[in-house]
């Protein structure tokens, strides 16, 4: 079928063939080229209404959802059907609207300005509608305009009557989450994720039987684990204050949804990924959903290791190229140091080899690198070389010669140097996450985040390389061996967005307790 054939909340089937005969390559060479006349569309992407059991959605964005004069928000409607719109009639506590330093990612957003609106007949309860057992589910994106400190005071959702229902708030920088139960007990977690000013984050926060469970841009913030029979309290929801018009929040919030579900790990990972690209907000995302990984190394993850007393003869490769990281020379191997999930390369003689190089080939490279490593000079922590030949170099992780830093050098089959040492981008003997970018025609640099240094050049003449090489550089001979540690290695052969980019910094700096920041 041109749309798919539907198997469940996000899979299809677009063409199917069975033959009673085994088929030559000739006839499935055919069958597949005419698959691909016939299929004209990708399967469709993750959208909201893929969503069950939805109970309230509100969308700032979407006008023809809005009741407005002169900006001010007097309804909002609510996208699920339900009939629980958002309103306000006192104009004073109105949010409003076109505002331009609203705006997320180009999109609107409400400006609560100690503003609220409720939400008439929409409550956590167990109606004739709602079933706790079934949980309940909430993702929303949220920017604070401020994070002064006062308990109670920023209250972002609550019930119009104390100690009923769930109550989302921001007590100084750090988010709270809370329930009472059907025993008139407060569960849920507080300082489960953080805000900053004028930094908008994507939550999602599950109320279940089994506790409450909350994650920030894709990263796990804090839950508490505990039986929760039900939930208390039939009174109607309150946005942007608590009680009534008492602990007002200052902020945005342009995307709201709930379910009485308990969504699956694929169905918040797509909530994620769409508000991410929606709102331009980087999520941390494993390396594997994003497209086009080359090589991924991972010390963390032990099953990947092959070593014998803690030298390493293998480090498997986590993308599913299976381009292993191999050493057969016990001499020459690194070591394991399952302390901080690390390999320690000597500086005098230990290095992996891939024989694979393909980096320079692929006309565009990201690198992420976790790991840390003393003053030296002109190191590689990363280099493609010839086997053959001591002319052409393509080291795009290396160390300068004043000291320790990411540079590149780069040198064609007739000896020509398209680049040295810029940019250079120090790092120091603390762990850092540093990225690398080879865009074809600029090479650029970052360590922990921030802005990236960018430095521009022209590809020309032949450049033959036939090693990979982790820690040092091999040639004829094997030199320039990198001293210091290597706790994950990510290779992507094309270049990233600045989103994707973040996304994957984000799940480093959660893994790696590196701070990052966003470039």
Same mark, same amino acid.
């Given at each position: 079928?041109?749309?798919?054939?539907?198997?469940?909340?996000?899979?299809?089937?677009?063409?199917?063939?069975?033959?009673?005969?085994?088929?030559?390559?000739?006839?499935?060479?055919?069958?597949?080229?005419?698959?691909?006349?016939?299929?004209?569309?990708?399967?469709?992407?993750?959208?909201?209404?893929?969503?069950?059991?939805?109970?309230?959605?509100?969308?700032?964005?979407?006008?023809?959802?809005?009741? &407005?004069?002169?900006?001010?928000?007097?309804?909002?409607?609510?996208?699920?059907?339900?009939?629980?719109?958002? !309103?306000?009639?006192?104009?004073?506590?109105?949010?409003?609207?076109?505002?331009?330093?609203?705006? $997320?990612?180009?999109?609107?957003?409400?400006?609560?300005?100690?503003?609220?609106?409720?939400?008439?007949?929409?409550?956590?309860?167990? !109606?004739?509608?709602?079933?706790?057992?079934?949980?309940?589910? $909430?993702?929303?994106?949220?920017?604070?305009?401020?994070?002064?400190?006062?308990?109670?005071?920023?209250?972002?959702?609550?019930?119009?009557?104390?100690?009923? #229902?769930?109550?989302?708030?921001?007590?100084?920088?750090?988010?709270?989450?809370?329930?009472?139960?059907?025993?008139?007990?407060?569960?849920?977690?507080?300082?489960?994720?953080?805000?900053?000013?004028?930094?908008?984050?994507?939550?999602?926060?599950?109320?279940?039987?089994?506790?409450?469970?909350?994650?920030?841009?894709?990263?796990?913030?804090?839950?508490?684990?505990?039986?929760?029979?039900?939930?208390?309290?039939?009174?109607?929801?309150?946005?942007?204050?608590? $009680?009534?018009?008492?602990?007002?929040?200052?902020?945005?919030?342009? %995307?709201?949804?709930?379910?009485?579900?308990?969504?699956?790990? &694929?169905?918040?990972?797509?909530?994620?990924?769409?508000?991410?690209?929606?709102?331009?907000?980087?999520?941390?995302?494993?390396?594997?959903?994003?497209?086009?990984?080359?090589?991924?190394?991972?010390?963390?993850?032990?099953?990947?290791?092959?070593?014998?007393?803690?030298?390493?003869?293998?480090?498997?490769?986590?993308?599913?190229?299976?381009?292993?990281?191999?050493?057969?020379?016990?001499?020459?191997?690194?070591?394991?140091?399952?302390?901080?999930?690390?390999?320690?390369?000597?500086?005098?003689?230990?290095?992996?080899?891939?024989?694979?190089?393909?980096?320079?080939?692929?006309?565009?490279?990201?690198?992420?690198?976790?790991?840390?490593?003393?003053?030296?000079?002109?190191?590689?922590?990363?280099?493609?070389?010839?086997?053959?030949?001591? !002319?052409?170099?393509?080291?795009?992780?290396?160390?300068?010669?004043?000291?320790?830093?990411?540079?590149?050098?780069?040198?064609?089959?007739?000896?020509?140097?398209?680049?040295?040492?810029?940019?250079?981008?120090? %790092?120091?003997?603390?762990?850092?996450?540093?990225? $690398?970018?080879?865009?074809?025609?600029?090479?650029?640099?970052?360590?922990?985040?921030?802005?990236?240094?960018?430095?521009?050049? !022209?590809?020309?003449?032949? +450049?033959?390389?036939?090693?990979?090489?982790?820690?040092?550089?091999?040639?004829?001979?094997?030199?320039?061996? %990198?001293?210091?540690?290597?706790?994950?290695?990510?290779?992507?052969?094309?270049?990233?967005?600045?989103?994707?980019?973040?996304?994957?910094?984000?799940?480093?700096?959660?893994?790696? #307790?590196?701070?990052?920041?966003? +470039?």
């Amino acid at each position: 079928y041109g749309g798919g054939l539907r198997l469940g909340a996000n899979s299809r089937i677009y063409n199917f063939a069975l033959a009673d005969e085994a088929l030559t390559e000739t006839e499935i060479d055919a069958i597949h080229a005419e698959f691909v006349s016939r299929t004209t569309a990708e399967a469709p992407s993750f959208e909201f209404t893929d969503l069950t059991n939805i109970r309230a959605w509100y969308e700032d964005d979407d006008e023809t959802t809005i009741t &407005e004069s002169g900006g001010l928000v007097s309804q909002q409607d609510d996208k699920s059907g339900n009939g629980y719109h958002r !309103t306000q009639d006192t104009a004073s506590v109105q949010p409003e609207t076109g505002l331009p330093a609203r705006e $997320i990612n180009g999109l609107n957003a409400f400006d609560w300005a100690n503003d609220y609106m409720l939400s008439s007949g929409f409550r956590f309860t167990n !109606t004739s509608d709602f079933t706790y057992a079934d949980g309940i589910s $909430i993702a929303f994106v949220c920017e604070t305009d401020s994070v002064s400190t006062g308990s109670q005071n920023h209250q972002i959702l609550d019930s119009t009557v104390g100690s009923t #229902g769930v109550i989302i708030r921001l007590d100084d920088d750090v988010m709270d989450f809370y329930m009472y139960d059907d025993t008139n007990t407060l569960r849920g977690v507080n300082d489960a994720g953080s805000m900053s000013v004028g930094v908008p984050s994507i939550f999602i926060v599950k109320f279940l039987p089994t506790g409450v469970f909350v994650w920030q841009d894709g990263v796990f913030a804090g839950s508490e684990e505990v039986a929760i029979t039900g939930i208390g309290g039939s009174t109607d929801i309150v946005f942007g204050s608590r $009680i009534e018009g008492n602990g007002n929040w200052e902020g945005s919030m342009p %995307f709201f949804i709930t379910c009485n579900d308990d969504w699956s790990t &694929e169905e918040m990972n797509n909530i994620f990924g769409l508000l991410s690209e929606r709102y331009d907000i980087p999520v941390a995302k494993v390396p594997d959903t994003i497209p086009d990984l080359a090589r991924w190394f991972d010390a963390s993850d032990d099953s990947t290791i092959t070593e014998s007393g803690g030298s390493v003869s293998q480090w498997d490769d986590k993308s599913g190229n299976d381009r292993h990281a191999t050493q057969g020379s016990a001499s020459a191997q690194p070591t394991y140091d399952n302390g901080d999930d690390s390999l320690e390369f000597n500086g005098t003689s230990d290095y992996l080899s891939l024989d694979d190089a393909f980096m320079w080939d692929a006309n565009g490279v990201t690198v992420f690198v976790v790991g840390n490593g003393a003053s030296q000079s002109d190191k590689r922590i990363l280099a493609e070389g010839n086997s053959s030949d001591t !002319t052409p170099l393509y080291s795009i992780v290396g160390t300068s010669n004043g000291g320790s830093g990411y540079k590149y050098f780069i040198r064609n089959d007739g000896g020509s140097i398209l680049l040295a040492d810029d940019p250079l981008v120090p %790092f120091d003997d603390n762990r850092f996450i540093g990225v $690398i970018q080879d865009t074809g025609s600029t090479m650029e640099a970052s360590v922990n985040g921030g802005s990236m240094d960018v430095s521009s050049y !022209t590809r020309s003449g032949d +450049i033959t390389l036939d090693t990979l090489t982790i820690g040092a550089l091999e040639r004829t001979s094997v030199g320039s061996y %990198f001293t210091g540690k290597i706790n994950e290695i990510i290779i992507y052969d094309r270049v990233l967005t600045d989103l994707e980019i973040n996304q994957i910094g984000k799940y480093l700096e959660d893994k790696w #307790g590196v701070t990052w920041t966003s +470039i």
